[in-house]
């Protein structure tokens, strides 16, 4: 969510949530801009959808620890058991190194691809995905991330 605000005539403020820093705490980025309500607007959606190096410089493997942490004790034996394969799945994979702000569907489908060369079946790929996605949607609601 982004907040446009006329400083004085034909200069705008554009301030948008970022995600969390290393300690928990809110990080807003802010941009002043010489031109029309219109620039201001689009500059805001920019910010919104492209997060910036601040927005959070977790890695992927680093929020599927804190996931499977924060979840785990609620998961049955079984869950736990098929969950752990997953995570050294995703783990072996160099999308584990990528950070969680910058991870893109390009990078998404060149893991499937890596996945799909190494003989991984369309369920198995259908699962890790489907866990990634989950793991995803924690970190939009721990707002590590601002959209998913």
């Known amino acids: 969510m982004a907040t446009v605000r006329e400083k004085r005539p034909g200069y705008w403020e554009v301030r948008v949530f970022a995600g969390r820093d290393a300690?928990?705490?809110k990080v807003q980025i802010s941009r002043t801009l010489r031109g029309t309500k219109r620039d201001a607007q689009r500059l805001a959606a920019q910010l919104t959808l492209r997060p910036t190096p601040?927005?959070?410089r977790r890695t992927v493997e680093e929020l599927i620890d804190a996931y499977v942490t924060h979840r785990s004790p609620t998961w049955s034996i079984q869950t736990r058991y098929s969950y752990?394969?997953?995570v050294r799945i995703v783990k072996a994979d160099e999308i584990?190194?990528?950070a969680v702000a910058r991870l893109s569907v390009k990078d998404i489908d060149a893991w499937h691809?890596?996945?799909r060369r190494a003989g991984t079946g369309d369920p198995t790929?259908?699962?890790n995905h489907s866990f990634l996605r989950s793991v995803f949607q924690q970190a939009l609601r721990w707002e590590w991330i601002t959209h998913n």
């Open 125 to 127: 790929i259908r699962n």
């Open 96 to 98: 584990a190194g990528l």
């Open 113 to 115: 691809l890596r996945m």
């Open 84 to 86: 752990a394969s997953r």
């Open 23 to 25: 300690a928990g705490r």
């Open 54 to 56: 601040l927005a959070g």
